[in-house]
């Protein structure tokens, strides 16, 4: 499956992005969906995940209650909607796949060895 990532930019503290993550060559159905990100000097790190169907969600820690991950099947996309933007949520964002899966649960969704799909990565800065 081929990803490609977009939304990303430059927003105030306190302001709202949503990235979007087209997929394309494959059932996009069978694959769970996570979002990543890294930042200058940092490693990547998880940030948000999604079942197949949607209808489990994970997150980090330091975005639940401000990020949300959804999915539509049907346009082969996920989003990431991410409001109450701090400065500290500055970095490249990645979207990833893992699967395909025809059926049972997904990996274990918070490690980036467990996705084979990765997109090109969209920058986020958020300014103080």
């Known amino acids: 499956v081929q990803l490609q990532a977009c939304g990303g930019g430059l927003v105030q503290a306190g302001g709202s992005l949503r990235l979007s993550c087209a997929a394309s060559?494959?059932?996009?159905?069978?694959?769970?969906m996570g979002w990543f990100r890294q930042a200058p000097g940092r490693e990547r790190e998880f940030v948000a995940a999604?079942?197949?169907?949607?209808?489990?969600?994970y997150y980090t820690d330091s975005v639940k209650g401000r990020f949300t991950i959804s999915r539509d099947n049907a346009k082969n996309t996920v989003y990431l909607q991410m409001n109450s933007l701090k400065p500290e949520d500055t970095a490249v964002y990645y979207c990833?796949?893992?699967?395909?899966?025809?059926?049972?649960?997904?990996?274990?969704?918070?490690?980036?060895?467990?996705?084979?799909?990765w997109g090109q990565g969209t920058q986020v800065t958020v300014s103080s």
């Open positions: 990833a796949a893992q699967g395909p899966y025809y059926g049972g649960s997904g990996s274990y969704y918070y490690s980036e060895d467990e996705y084979g799909y």
């Open positions: 060559g494959r059932t996009f159905s069978n694959y769970d």
């Open positions: 999604i079942t197949r169907s949607g209808g489990s969600t």
